[in-house]
Antibody
Framework: EVQLVESGGGLVQPGGSLRLSCVASGFTFSNYDMHWVRQATGKGLEWVSGIGTPGDTYYPGSVKGRFTISRENAKNSLYLQMSSLRAEDTAVYYC?????????????WGKGTTVTVSS | QSVLTQPPSVSAAPGQKVTISCSGSSSNIGNHYVSWYQQLPGTAPELLIFDNDKRPSGIPDRFSGSKSGTSATLGITGLQTGDEADYYCGTWDISLSAWVFGGGTKLTVL
């Protein structure tokens, strides 16, 4: 069974840092691009970052320079290092796998981990 | 403001059909395939449609997708109360070099 399990969420003060992890199973992790997507309470989905199989990374303007996505294929793991956190970064963070084929879509999602930025 | 525009809500009676629109531009929908995601209350999103009109295994054929120019549409026939959820469209934006989602549409089955 293809599965993604996130961890590392918690309460952090504004300006602080946090590292999220996502462990993959049931597929060859190194063969797929991966993404992080977040959702604030009562709000829509927001793409946070993506990483290709060679390690190329992509970010939206809202987190560029503050968040760093990385992967460790030997451990089937995806990471999101978040720094200079703000209240507006409070959300559930989902790890998602890119689907097969030439076009981008996300075919498997984890259950999410909650990040709360508050003093 | 989302790059992709969806109606905030739609509603229809059980057994009826509903469509959800997703409007974008030449830098996103006009240049890349669209996918749709269903998020049931309190759960993670799930892939519903990919490559504009393809269904993953396990998704019933009551769900369909289409794309024309810079807009995409999700169709759901034979509505069931279990279809009540938030629905999101998504695609890659070549100008932003970023994945973009629509703002989401809440489906109510009356």
């Amino acid at each position: 069974e293809v599965q993604l399990v996130e961890s590392g969420g918690g309460l952090v003060q504004p300006g602080g840092s946090l590292r999220l992890s996502c462990v993959a199973s049931g597929f060859t992790f190194s063969n797929y691009d991966m993404h992080w997507v977040r959702q604030a309470t009562g709000k829509g989905l927001e793409w946070v970052s993506g990483i290709g199989t060679p390690g190329d990374t992509y970010y939206p303007g809202s987190v560029k320079g503050r968040f760093t996505i990385s992967r460790e294929n030997a451990k089937n793991s995806l990471y999101l290092q978040m720094s200079s956190l703000r209240a507006e970064d409070t959300a559930v963070y989902y790890c998602a796998k890119r689907g097969s084929g030439p076009f981008i879509y996300m075919d498997v999602w984890g259950k999410g981990t909650t990040v709360t930025v508050s003093s | 403001q989302s790059v992709l525009t969806q109606p905030p809500s739609v509603s229809a009676a059980p057994g009826q059909k509903v469509t959800i629109s997703c409007s974008g531009s030449s830098s996103n929908i006009g240049n890349h395939y669209v996918s749709w995601y269903q998020q049931l209350p309190g759960t993670a999103p799930e892939l519903l449609i990919f490559d504009n009109d393809k269904r993953p295994s396990g998704i019933p054929d009551r769900f369909s997708g289409s794309k024309s120019g810079t807009s995409a549409t999700l169709g759901i026939t034979g509505l069931q109360t279990g279809d009540e959820a938030d629905y999101y469209c998504g695609t890659w934006d070549i100008s932003l070099s970023a994945w973009v989602f629509g703002g989401g549409t809440k489906l109510t089955v009356l």
